[in-house]
C-alpha cells in the first residue's frame, strides 16, 4: 500500500449504520413491545444455569494466538444494531469445474449445462492451441454462460488462449465483449522474478476485448483451519482463520501499485482482480470470513482514491475437506455450500462427493457431478437463498466473528503492506 495514502485503523463499511427504529409505523410500541429485553447479564445468568456442572468456558473456540471465540453474543456487544451488508439478493453463479484434458470433456462441459450449470470452469494442464479449444466448446453458447480458465496452461500464457477464443468468437460472429468469465492468471504467486511487463500489456488487452473477463485471480493460501477433522469448540487449531484474507489483501494490494507504476490505469487493475476463497467445514466461521473479507477489500480500493466497492468472490471447496466416507461428503458439501452462499460468494464450484476417490464410489462420476450440481440448486428453486440480502446479517454471533476476522486481518495486512 502507498504510505502516503495514510490508511490507518479499519473503517468498516454499512457495519455500524443508523439504527432502525421497529417502533416507526407500528402500533402499541412496534413489533416487539410484549417481549421485554434482556440484558446480556442477565442471559448469562441463565446460561450458567442451564449448563449446570459445565463452564462457559469450556464451549469457547480457542485459536493458537490466544484469540477466544465466545459462542455468548449478545445485543449488548454493539453500540448499534448491524445491518446487512448489501439491499441485494445473492445472485451467484453455479459452476461446474471440467477437465480440459479428457477425452469426455466436451461431452462432460455439455452434461453440466443441460443439468443447469450456469458456468464451466476449464483445467488446462497445456495452453490450447485454437482448434484444440474450439473442439472443447463445440455446442456450447459462449454469449450464455460464465467462460472460467485455469491450470498451468493459463498461466503461463494467458495471451494465447485469449487469443485462441478472440478467433473461436469470430468464427462463431459473437462479439467478445458479451462474453464473461475468468483466468486462473496470477503471476505475484510465483516464486521469483515476475515479469510485470506482460501483465502490464495484457491488461488493455483485456479490458478492451474481453471486458467481461477477471485477468487475474488471487487464489487464497492453503492456511486456514479447514483440514479434515479440524478440531471444534474447546479445542485449537493449527492456523487463523483470518490468516488468508491477510494475504489476499497484501497481494490484490500489490497488483495495483505495481502495474499503476507500468502506467495502468488503478480502476482498471481493480477491475481486472478476483478473488479465489477455500470453502471449509467451519459453518459459521467460513461465513463470517467471507463477509469479512467482503468488508476489506473496499478499505484497501478507498487507500489508492477508488470508489469503495466489494469484490467478486470466487469460491471452491478445499479438496482436504472431504473424506473416505463418500456419503458423509454428500451432506459435508451442502453445509458448506451453505456457508459459501450466506457469506455472500459470486461464483460457487462444489465438490463432487467422490472428488480423487472415484474408485470408491459405488455410481459412475456423471452421478457425483450431478449431485454437486443439485445442491446449488437445491439451495436456490427450493431454498430461495438467492431471494436475500445478506441472510447472516443481525446474528449476533456471526456478525461478532466478521467483525473479530476483519480486525485482525487488517492488522496483519498493516504489518505487510
Known amino acids: 500500500m502507498k504510505r502516503e495514502t495514510g490508511c490507518g485503523s479499519l473503517r468498516i463499511p454499512y457495519f455500524c449504520r443508523k439504527r432502525i427504529d421497529m417502533d416507526t409505523n407500528t402500533p402499541d410500541g412496534g413489533l416487539f413491545a410484549e417481549f421485554p429485553p434482556v440484558s446480556k447479564a442477565a442471559w448469562l445468568e441463565q446460561v450458567a444455569k442451564s449448563l449446570k456442572d459445565k463452564t462457559m468456558e469450556s464451549l469457547e473456540w480457542r485459536l493458537p494466538d490466544g484469540t477466544v471465540l465466545s459462542p455468548f453474543v449478545h445485543a449488548d456487544d454493539f453500540a448499534q444494531p448491524p445491518l446487512p451488508l448489501t439491499n441485494d439478493p445473492l445472485h451467484w453463479e453455479i459452476c461446474e469445474a471440467v477437465d480440459a484434458g479428457d477425452s469426455a470433456a466436451n461431452a462432460d462441459a455439455l452434461s453440466a449445462l443441460q443439468g443447469g450449470a450456469e458456468g464451466l470452469r476449464f483445467y488446462f494442464s497445456e495452453t490450447p492451441s485454437a482448434e484444440t479449444l474450439g473442439a472443447l466448446l463445440e455446442g456450447i453458447y459462449l454469449d450464455f454462460i460464465g467462460l472460467h480458465f485455469s491450470g498451468p496452461g493459463v498461466a503461463a500464457n494467458p495471451g494465447t488462449l485469449l487469443a485462441a477464443l478472440e478467433r473461436l468468437a469470430g468464427t462463431k460472429k459473437l462479439d467478445t465483449a458479451k462474453l464473461r468469465g475468468s483466468l486462473g492468471y496470477d503471476p505475484a504467486a ?23 473477463f477477471k485477468m487475474l485471480t488471487l487464489q487464497e493460501e492453503h492456511s486456514t483451519p479447514h483440514k479434515a477433522g479440524a478440531k471444534g469448540a474447546g479445542e485449537a487449531t493449527d492456523a487463523l482463520p483470518w490468516a488468508g484474507l491477510a494475504d489476499l489483501l497484501r497481494r490484490g494490494n500489490t497488483y495495483l501499485e505495481r502495474l499503476n507504476e507500468r502506467g495502468a490505469a488503478l480502476a482498471d487493475i481493480a477491475a481486472a482482480m478476483q478473488f479465489s476463497l477455500g470453502i471449509g467445514q467451519h459453518y459459521f466461521v467460513e461465513i463470517a470470513r467471507i463477509r469479512a473479507f467482503r468488508l476489506l477489500w473496499p478499505q484497501v480500493l478507498r487507500a489508492w482514491g477508488l470508489a ?15 473424506s473416505d466416507d463418500l456419503y458423509t461428503n454428500m451432506i459435508r458439501a451442502t453445509t458448506m455450500a451453505m456457508s459459501a452462499v450466506q457469506g455472500g460468494v459470486d461464483r460457487l464450484t462444489v465438490l463432487p462427493y467422490d472428488a480423487g476417490r472415484e474408485d470408491k464410489a459405488e455410481y459412475p462420476q456423471a452421478f457425483g457431478r450431478r449431485i454437486a450440481r443439485n445442491v446449488q440448486q437445491l439451495l436456490k428453486l427450493e ?8 441472510p447472516a446479517a443481525g446474528s449476533y454471533y456471526i456478525e461478532n466473528l466478521t467483525r473479530l476476522f476483519a480486525e485482525k486481518a487488517w492488522a496483519q495486512f498493516q504489518q505487510t503492506a
Open 383 to 390: 431454498s430461495g437463498f438467492d431471494q436475500v440480502p445478506d
Open 190 to 212: 510465483v516464486v521469483g522474478i515476475v515479469d510485470w511487463r506482460y501483465a502490464a500489456d495484457l491488461l488493455p488487452y483485456v479490458s478492451g476485448t474481453f471486458p467481461g
Open 308 to 322: 469503495p466497492t466489494y469484490p467478486v468472490v470466487d469460491a471452491q471447496f478445499r479438496p482436504e475437506v472431504y
